[in-house]
């Protein structure tokens, strides 16, 4: 089963809203990722949060982490057309790096 | 321009042959890593390695197989024992393992025929 698994799996959304999405995990972890990936493309690194850390902000970007539920969210506030992607959180269990990426959320923004 | 590549960016293969798909990156990483994403899916880890000459399987190794010969490269060769070869690969390198951020190249379509 997965160590980090998204919801919703997809998201639909006006320009201007804001686009929620959380993740899931089942173990102790060392941080956090969220990554966009474009369709048919690589991954994009948007934000790591330490284990440490509850709150961090980049640009639109706002990521929470609750490590008593063993959850994240991602908040895209103001969202545009070309915030249409796949976003997708990794984690890697405490002790080691090998890093596990959940199913993603589908995120489309319409115009 | 500092980044990872990825070629060729589409690949068909006939069954039971081997094909090797290239990864080169000039960002002095450390790290690297390969992925495989099927349609609708996350990544899974196929190999890693965090230093020249070191790699470690990951999830999904059964009918891969790697080297690690220079710090800039990291090819991946499917073997004809990869039972379901069609998918979207993806490297990745990062400063050291330890260090989170990973960064991806385009990524190669692989399609057996």
């Known amino acids: 089963s997965q160590q980090g698994e998204e919801d919703p799996q997809a998201l639909s959304i006006q320009e201007g809203e804001n686009a929620t999405m959380n993740c899931s995990y089942k173990t102790s972890i060392n941080n956090l990722q969220w990554y966009r990936q474009n369709s048919g493309r690589g991954l994009v690194h948007l934000i790591l949060i330490r284990s440490n850390e509850r709150e961090k902000h980049s640009g639109r970007l706002r990521v929470t982490l609750d490590t008593s539920k063993k959850s994240s969210s991602l908040l895209i506030t103001a969202s545009r057309a070309a915030d249409t992607a796949s976003y997708f959180c990794a984690t890697a269990p405490s002790g080691t790096y090998k890093y596990i990426f959940g199913t993603g959320t589908r995120l489309k923004v319409l115009a | 321009d500092g980044g990872i590549t990825q070629s060729p960016k589409y690949l068909f293969r006939k069954e039971g042959q081997n094909v090797t798909l290239s990864c080169e990156q000039n960002?002095?990483?450390?790290?690297m890593y390969w992925y495989r994403q099927d349609p609708g899916q996350g990544l899974r880890l196929i190999y890693y390695?965090?230093?020249?000459?070191?790699?470690q399987k990951g999830d999904i190794a059964e009918g891969y197989s790697v080297s690690r010969e220079k710090k800039e490269s990291f090819p991946l060769t499917v073997t004809s024992a990869q039972k379901n070869p069609t998918a979207f690969y993806l490297c990745?390198?990062?400063?050291?393992?330890?260090?989170?951020?990973?960064?991806f190249g385009p990524g190669t379509r692989l399609t057996v025929l």
């Open positions: 990745a390198s990062s400063i050291d393992e330890g260090r989170g951020e990973q960064f």
């Open positions: 960002l002095n990483h450390d790290a």
């Open positions: 390695s965090q230093i020249v000459n070191d790699f």
